[in-house]
């Protein structure tokens, strides 16, 4: 299990129940839905109810990102205090755009579905927003990245493991 997904299970396992604190983990960058599956897996928790904690949980920032963080960030770069972290922010995902740009609908797919490190939904819908690709193109295709990253995390958090142990 990854350092911040025990973390989060260590100082919150008491005060939530083990479904909330997927769901929660399923929100937060970085973790996202790959953190909650794994902590739903060491939590004991069943595979379908896991996949809905974890997509309903990394679906939810997704329109709010999609829709409102390119003014968001325009505003924020207008105070000295936060334009040093925007544009950190905007230089790494932008990094990370190239085949985004290329492919758009399925590069974003893929992007934000396969579960390397500084991928995911937050972060390609960033990107996707950043390049102005519309919410009625973007949307769908994290969505749908959303559900290949589930698939594949169910296969590395409840079959591999049911496998070998």
Same mark, same amino acid.
Request: hydrophobic fraction near 55%; glycine fraction near 10%; charged fraction near 15%.
């Given at each position: 299990?990854?350092?911040?997904? &025990?973390w ?5 396992? $008491?005060?939530? &129940? ?25 939590l $004991? ?25 390119t003014?968001?960030?325009?505003? *924020?770069? &207008? ?14 995902? *932008?990094n990370?755009?190239d ?16 579960p390397?490190p500084? &991928?995911?939904?937050?972060? $390609?819908?960033l ?17 749908t990245?959303i ?6 995390m ?7 493991? $049911?496998?070998?142990?």
């Open positions: 299990m990854s350092g911040l997904s &025990t989060f299970i260590t100082t919150f396992g $008491g005060i939530m &129940t083990k479904e909330m604190l997927v769901f929660v983990i399923s929100m937060v960058p970085l973790l996202e839905l790959r953190g909650g599956m794994v902590a739903a897996s060491a $004991g928790i069943e595979l379908y109810k896991a996949i809905g904690l974890c997509i309903v949980g990394n679906i939810i920032p997704v329109p709010f990102i999609l829709l409102f963080i003014p968001i960030f325009a505003w *924020m770069k &207008t105070t000295s205090l936060f334009r040093p972290l925007v544009e950190k922010l905007e230089n790494r995902a *932008m990370k755009s085949k985004i740009e290329k492919y758009e609908f399925w590069g974003l797919v893929l992007f934000v579905g396969i390397l500084g &991928t995911g939904a937050w972060t $390609g819908s990107i996707a927003s950043l390049l102005g690709i519309r919410f009625k193109k973007a949307f769908p295709a994290v969505l990245g559900c290949l990253a589930i698939v594949i169910t296969l590395i958090s409840y079959v591999l493991p $049911g496998l070998f142990w």
